[in-house]
């Protein structure tokens, strides 16, 4: 391992890179350069079949989001009512000011997935997917809140016709972000390793060290 890594830094976004959804500042525009910083890390991530086919549709504009916004708010309520499922109190406190926002990032992938298998399922989102979560480290990183959501992929057609997508791009997920306010994000409560890691067969635990 090269000794310019500072493990210790990058252990710490990885552990602690929370869905931030409260304590927000909704007041103060993300800088552009901020943005643009983070999209040129996410490019950097594995890529499968299809190279480079990573496209980010920044919003900012208050209509738009505004329109983005309701199309969200459409689909989680329709969401809750299809399942029986409650909001939580934090996502509800996201939903009711997300057209406030101070920017979206709709993580868009060009061309379409080849088939419903598994396996075409799997490369075609392996290789947009990882940059989506790049993106999320990077925001991280400098003070940036996001929390990931995929519900607008749900609305293909709405989306494309309010930001004007191609026919062959797909939205993944929308990551909304703003600048945190006080937000004291920590490793979250998880299982340890050795409860979820098999080693060389299913149910078998890993050897004693």
Not at 88 to 101: D, F, M, N, S
Request: charge should be neutral; include cysteine; glycine fraction near 6%.
């Amino acid at each position: 391992m090269s000794d310019s890594i500072d493990l210790a830094s990058v252990d710490q976004v990885l552990a602690t890179a929370r869905s931030v959804r409260r304590r927000l500042d909704f007041d103060r525009p993300v800088a552009q350069s901020d943005i643009l910083d983070c999209i040129n890390i996410a490019t950097q991530a594995p890529t499968g079949l299809g190279g480079e086919s990573w496209r980010f549709v920044v919003v900012t504009d208050p209509a738009v989001k505004r329109r983005l916004a309701a199309l969200y708010q459409q689909t989680l309520e329709e969401l809750v009512v299809a399942r029986g499922v409650e909001i939580k109190p934090t996502q509800q406190a996201l939903v009711a000011r997300l057209h406030e926002i101070p920017a979206m990032i709709l993580v868009c992938n060009l061309g379409l997935p080849p088939d419903a298998t598994a396996a075409g399922q799997v490369g075609y989102f392996g290789s947009i997917l990882p940059a989506a979560w790049s993106l999320m480290l990077a925001l991280r990183a400098r003070g940036i809140g996001t929390t990931w959501t995929s519900l607008l992929a749900a609305r293909q057609a709405e989306v494309a016709e309010v930001v004007d997508l191609p026919k062959d791009a797909l939205l993944t997920v929308m990551l909304p972000i703003a600048y945190t306010k006080g937000a004291n994000l920590k490793r979250a409560q998880r299982m340890d390793a050795r409860d979820v890691t098999f080693w060389d067969q299913w149910g078998r635990k890993p050897p004693s060290s």
